[in-house]
């Protein structure tokens, strides 16, 4: 029977077989050691030419030898022990092994202080994978699943499968289509998420549903975005009418996944509630990082009489002040703005408040008054440096946002033991689609607008439509979106109002919400719900900066699966069968 290298620590004297792969080996004048790793950890295996038949096979031993060996366990001698492994005060003393397999040279190293390329490592990902890293993540993961499963059980929760096959459908990303072969010229739609399905779920009577779903979205990766497919914790609620009822009732499971999980620390126990706007305004992001300070001060007031023309002619300026920053060479400061400048900045003005005065080039453009008052406002002391942002509203909040969060990278504010959470509440129920040019969904389509159909009615402009808040909400983890949810429209009525504003007729919505707007009819109760991003969690509870470290077999940050080779060509005869013509212009 096989003994994991993490049990034989009490069985002293006892004949044990250990199975798993040559870590390292040792010749010591004729005594070969082996460091044997499996699943558990490291043993240290001694081999005799005395003890075992086939001491030569031991001596062609190379890493990553698959192996078996049977001996006798025994303390180490003294002085010998390794206090830095939990098998270190032991080690087997073979009387029999077997090379399983043999391996050929690693493609990529595996030693956690000599990594190799993120190409290299996800082509040979199965070797990749029994890095101790990579063990110990996979494991965390397990449990993190079923920490989850647990509170939502607890909490009254129904698991509940939905299809995979379904309909394409406006989530706010592209589908993936599958052509069906029996329906030709039609498609499924791997899905976005759940979401018909678990409103339809709550029409069904169910009083509280959950799923670990897999979902499927076209979007280009990110390091902290994976492309193609991810999971996320999809839940819904029937008789629900207030987005309140559902966050009240998630957000002890993520402060119970921060502090009881990963044992890390909540900036605030109480997790604030921000409004989409202020969110903007104050931080300059929907997804603002609450680890550090550095808000958004508006200078509109300050500045309503300047004659410093950068400011004069801008629709709004506002500054943040950076502590400490006095000390940043030209070099640098030119970094930021270049980082400024692709963020739509046509430049980075500032102040720099040194030896008790106030440096810039643009100081002598500002009255004493004004340089007085922005001291003032933004808090500047001896030290730091008071970055301003001006022209479009739009504009000036996303640059110094992005500013905020450079600097709190540049200054390590961004402590990975701690964990900030908040709320963003009450988001736009339509936004203006810069690229199409008009007016559109500001997420999708199935929140309920605040003031129902009579908000909708009373919309009869663009800016009108763009003032609706949806009952629609985002929690947001150490700067990242982690989840988004809403109280959910279940009423024909308010759906067919909510698309016609758009230039939508009721039979396109029809076509699109068929089989939803058809259950509306039958008592569908007011419901809310939200899902939470599974791997995006993870990656902030364990420290990590890439989303790819968190996944067994992600694909690259081109969307390649470079171990599988996918996406790739298929056999013609299967096109044959779909009733499909590949078009393509390859030059």
């Known amino acids: 029977m096989r003994t994991k290298t993490t049990d034989t620590i009490s069985k002293l004297g006892e004949t044990l077989t250990v199975k798993g792969w040559v870590n390292s080996r040792r010749d010591h004048g004729g005594v070969i050691f082996i460091d044997l790793r499996d699943y558990n950890g490291l043993l240290q295996v001694v081999i005799q030419p005395e003890n075992v038949d086939n001491f030569g096979e ?19 001698g003294e002085g010998l022990a390794n206090p830095n492994l939990p098998t270190g005060q032991v080690e087997l003393v073979a009387d029999k092994f077997e090379v399983l397999n043999a391996s050929q040279p690693l493609p990529i190293s595996l030693n956690e202080s000599n990594q190799s390329s993120e190409e290299l490592r996800l082509k ?27 509170f939502m ?74 492309y193609g497919d991810f999971y996320q914790l999809d839940l819904e609620r029937a008789f629900v009418e207030d987005g309140e009822e559902i966050r009240s009732e998630m957000e002890v499971l993520i402060q119970n996944l921060v502090q009881d999980f990963a044992g890390k620390e909540l900036v605030t126990t109480e997790i604030p509630r921000i409004s989409y706007e202020d969110a903007m305004n104050i931080y300059g992001s929907d997804k603002p990082d609450l680890r550090f300070d550095m808000k958004l001060v508006d200078l509109d007031e300050t500045l309503a009489t300047t004659e410093f023309a950068v400011f004069k002619n801008a629709k709004k300026v506002k500054a943040i002040c950076v502590k400490g920053a006095a000390n940043l060479s030209r070099s640098q400061i030119d970094n930021f703005t270049e980082i400024a400048k692709k963020e739509g900045a046509g430049g980075l003005a500032y102040l720099t408040f040194v ?25 500047a002391e001896d030290g730091d440096i008071v970055f301003f942002g001006a022209g479009k509203p739009a504009v000036v909040n996303r640059v110094l946002g ?72 985002d929690m947001v983890m150490n700067g990242y979106e982690v989840c988004s949810g809403a109280v959910r429209n279940y009423n024909p009525e308010v759906m067919y109002k909510a698309f016609e504003i758009l230039g939508y007729d009721n039979y396109f919505v029809a076509q699109k919400f068929g089989a939803m707007l058809e259950a509306f009819k039958f008592g569908a109760p007011p419901h809310a719900g939200c899902a939470f991003g599974l791997e995006r969690i993870f990656m902030v509870l364990t420290g990590e900066d890439n ?11 081109a969307g390649v699966d470079l171990m599988m080779a996918s996406p790739s060509d298929v056999d013609p005869k299967l096109l044959n069968e779909l009733k499909l013509v590949l078009d393509i212009d390859f030059e």
């Open 58 to 76: 031991a001596e062609h031993l190379r890493d990553e030898y698959a192996i078996a060996v049977t001996g006798v366990l025994r303390e180490r």
């Open 124 to 150: 040979y990902r199965y070797l990749d994978l029994r890095r101790p890293k990579m063990q110990a993540t996979l494991k965390q993961r397990a449990k993190y699943l079923s920490f989850i499963r647990r």
């Open 153 to 226: 059980e607890d909490n009254d929760f129904l698991e509940v499968q939905t299809p995979i096959l379904a309909n394409s459908s406006p989530e706010g990303a592209r589908d993936f289509l599958i052509p069906s072969r029996i329906h030709a010229g039609k498609f499924y739609a791997l899905p976005q998420a759940p979401q018909q399905f678990k409103q339809l779920l709550m029409v069904g009577g169910i009083d509280k549903y959950y799923q670990i779903a897999p979902c499927f979205r076209d979007e280009d990766p990110r390091a902290d975005r994976l």
């Open 355 to 379: 030896d008790g005065g106030i440096k810039s080039p643009i100081a002598k453009f500002l009255t004493e008054t004004e340089l007085a008052e922005i001291t003032a406002k933004t808090g």
């Open 402 to 473: 992005r500013m905020r969060n450079e600097f709190a990278t540049f200054y390590n504010l961004k402590d990975k033991n701690k964990v900030a959470l908040c709320w963003v509440v009450d988001f736009p129920f339509y936004e203006y689609d810069e690229n199409n040019r008009k007016v559109d969904f500001g997420h999708n389509p199935f929140s309920l607008p605040k003031g129902g159909v009579k908000a909708l009615e009373a919309a009869k402009t663009d800016a009108d439509k763009l003032a609706i808040k949806a009952d629609q909400f």
């Open 547 to 557: 989303i790819r470290e968190v996944v067994a077999f992600p694909k690259s940050a």
